[in-house]
């Protein structure tokens, strides 16, 4: 069972916007901190932003801030990622993660292994 499914990927133009979304299911969504990821061809996978669980607390990536906001809708069961001003290097499969708990530590939530569940990614392609 896909319990996170990434959508609102696509094709847009350097400088224009995005908005993701991960839809949650088969687990408490709003037990899980959430967050996104991101991997571009040939690099490693990156860490974007994090929410906490119940809102509130948001981190960035220093190459997004002010530019991206990560947001959650725990009664939807939804976390989003509304992405402006993008850059080509940010053409990338986005990927969301929960989380059972909040980071211990500033940096815990770029940690890929703080992470239980993961979904499928949805692809973002950036025209210069």
């Known amino acids: 069972q896909d319990h996170l499914v990434e959508s609102g990927g696509g094709l847009v133009q350097a400088g224009g916007s995005l908005k993701l979304s991960c839809a949650a299911s088969g687990i408490t969504f709003s037990n899980y901190g959430m967050g996104w990821f991101r991997q571009a061809p040939g690099k490693e996978r990156e860490f974007v932003a994090y929410m906490r669980r119940l809102g509130g607390n948001t981190y960035y990536a220093d190459s997004v801030k002010g530019r991206f906001t990560i947001s959650r809708d725990n009664a939807k069961d939804t976390l989003y990622l509304q992405m402006i001003s993008l850059k080509p290097e940010g053409a990338a499969v986005y990927y969301c993660?929960?989380?059972?708990?909040?980071?211990?530590?500033?940096?815990?939530?770029?940690?890929?292994?703080?992470?239980?569940?993961w979904g499928r990614g949805t692809r973002v392609t950036v025209s210069s």
């Open positions: 993660a929960a989380a059972p708990r909040d980071p211990h530590s500033d940096y815990e939530q770029t940690d890929g292994n703080l992470y239980a569940y």
